[in-house]
DNA sequence: TCCCCGTCAATACAGTGTATCGGCATGAGA
DNA sequence: TCTCATGCCGATACACTGTATTGACGGGGA
């Protein structure tokens, strides 16, 4: 073992910050899904040893909440639109069209308040859509039924994505014919209207099932916004 | 080393099927949440080696398809109620005090197709309950709408709830006061509406806000199924 | 009675999050 | 400029995970 065989010593220790480290484990659960996301993976990104880490987040977890946080800036919408309804639209889309570049995100979708600067950002540029329309308890309101309601489609979604993915099925096409566990349940005769809707059902577009549902909801939020408080 | 020194030789091994085995996976998610059930534990729970699971279940993710279901035992509404909004709003306060009781299916809502023999029912029971009031296309997306609404709110508000018990304290609380991130957060002025919601804002009892996002869904599917179709 | 086969437990492995510890480089003080 | 202390970083260690593999042992069929 000479000297040119050994290699020069390492070199002073990568610099570090929240943001490379995040985008690490962005890229990570980009390309492997959230369960890719290992400290060790994420670290090894970053030329450091895992421990290193918790220097900047104590815990996983809190890996997880600023990815969220960084994805929350990716939705924040860049200009405030011009009404109510308009904005509460778009903050809808905006939170699909993340999920669908980063598919990791229905996971943690709802799975923990946000409250990472760009999640209150968020918060704030949605409350503030509504501000003054009511009083602040039905705008509250208004917001979390709103966001309950994409959060819980776009967490749907994603569920049948990877279950198509999984099967290299179209989720009707696998109900109606390739699965046998399904076509044996369905034969039972148990099932009578789901056998209905997955055989006389229309295969509609994901994009604009998400966008019917939410416009129902929005008429019903203005359907409140347009009642003297109680 | 005598044979009275030595244990009889274990018995047979005790009887197991997925029944055992999915109660005792709910039992310790019951306990310590979805992240206390390992196979081993199961296993140990059962008189079992933790391979003896596989025959069973193929991965682990499959013993939470099964818990699942079995959950959804719970929610099928015995008895078939009056009209479809009763249904609905039933089907979807089940499922919210089924979480409560089982806080880990917060974590599990929404993230896979249910489709065991108790999914299929529950599936079953929201489609029937509207079967015929609407063309079939409207009718799905009614049901999903509606539960896109609880599958997010329940999520949020067992989020909600664990945050409070991890802090020990109630989410407005927190935020108004006692959280110093929080507080400097809203001094900064950059989240006025949020700030006035924090401050002016009622804090409602959980199920009552629920119930109310949950009225304003319906209200919208309702005037959905009083219109021709398109 | 013997053998085969299916079932179950033990072992093994690669990987996880995180606590602890030891050393080294850096910066302060003399 | 030398010395010492301090704080950071990596290595090591630990308890635990899901799952593949292996090997023994028992009951059922020939």
């Known amino acids: 073992m000479t000297v040119w ?7 002073r220790p990568v610099p570090l ?3 490379r480290i995040v985008s690490a484990a962005i ?3 980009d390309e492997g899904g959230l369960e890719a996301v290992s400290l060790r993976k994420v670290a090894a990104r970053l030329d450091a ?3 290193r880490l918790y220097g900047y987040i104590s815990a996983k977890e809190e890996l997880f909440d600023l990815m969220m946080d960084e994805v929350n800036a990716e939705i924040l919408p860049e200009e405030r639109p011009a009404d109510w309804r308009e904005a509460l639209r778009v903050l809808a889309h905006r939170t699909r069209r993340a999920a669908l570049r980063h598919e990791w995100l229905a996971d943690l979708l709802g799975g923990r308040p946000s409250l990472g600067p760009n999640g209150l950002a968020v918060a704030e540029a949605t409350l503030s859509a509504l501000d003054g329309l009511a009083d602040i308890d039905t705008v509250m309101r208004a917001v979390e039924t709103v966001s309950a309601y994409f959060t819980g489609a ?3 979604e994603i569920a049948n994505l990877r279950a198509e993915r999984a099967t290299g099925l179209s ?3 696998w109900q109606r014919a390739s699965g046998p566990y399904m076509t044996r349940m369905l034969a039972t005769g148990r099932f009578p209207a789901l056998t209905k809707a997955v055989y006389d059902g229309t ?3 994901a994009e604009e099932s998400f966008a019917t549902g939410l416009e129902w909801v929005l008429d019903a939020v203005a359907a409140q916004l347009g009642r003297p408080p109680a």
Chains 1, 2 share one sequence.
């Open 5 to 11: 065989d050994r290699p020069e010593p390492p070199t």
């Open 171 to 173: 989720k009707r096409d």
């Open 49 to 51: 040893g895992p421990m």
């Open 27 to 29: 890229a990570l659960a």
């Open 17 to 19: 910050d929240r943001e």
């Open 154 to 156: 776009i967490r749907r």
């Open 203 to 205: 295969e509609v577009d």
